[in-house]
């Protein structure tokens, strides 16, 4: 609930721009301005980290909405969740301070989506962070990238994954939730 009304107001804008502008490509770059405002911020009085992944969000909804791919969802009763994510920061972003958040699909691999998402001020990167997301059926079960595809079209120049990209999902990943996961310290 912490970004609720923000991420109202995002979904809101993204649709009248949507019927306006019409869909961006799904390989497209998705851009929302945003403001620092005093709930986000930490005792050091920058943005707290943990909440530039809750204002990342902001921009997945952008994009998703923007490339017509949440109307899909909403169809088909699907949904997304994050699997892993991993975040670098470069510079703070302050008080009051105004800044873009970038969002674009980076790729697929056979289970995910990879998104990239950047908070930028004045064409200069502050922050950015690697999504990999997975599709879910509200019915049950995993989305197959064919379903996927297949609703929303497969996108033109889709580039493929970085390999550290690879290799950063698999030394992140946590057991399959069937399979057993003791909390034990090495």
Not at 96 to 107: A, M
Not at 132 to 141: E, I, P, Q, T, Y
């Amino acid at each position: 609930m912490n970004v609720i009304w923000r991420t109202l107001l995002v979904m809101w804008r993204a649709r009248r721009k949507l019927r306006r502008e019409g869909r961006i490509a799904p390989t497209g770059i998705s851009r929302i301005r945003v403001t620092t405002l005093p709930t986000d911020l930490d005792i050091l009085r920058h943005m707290n980290n943990g909440r530039y992944l809750s204002l990342f969000d902001l921009g997945r909804w952008d994009l998703l909405e923007r490339t017509g791919m949440a109307g899909a969802m909403k169809k088909h009763g699907w949904y997304g969740v994050v699997a892993a994510e991993t975040v670098t920061f470069r510079k703070s972003l302050e008080p009051w301070q105004r800044f873009d958040i970038e969002s674009r699909l980076l790729g697929h691999d056979d289970k995910t989506i990879y998104l990239e998402h950047r908070a930028v001020v004045d064409g200069e990167i502050y922050a950015r962070a690697i999504i990999r997301s997975r599709m879910l059926k509200r019915s049950g079960g995993t989305l197959s990238h064919e379903e996927l595809f297949g609703a929303i079209g497969r996108p033109e120049g889709l580039p493929e994954v970085a390999p550290w990209m690879h290799e950063w999902a698999v030394a992140s990943a946590l057991p399959p939730t069937r399979a057993e996961a003791p909390n034990i310290w090495n």
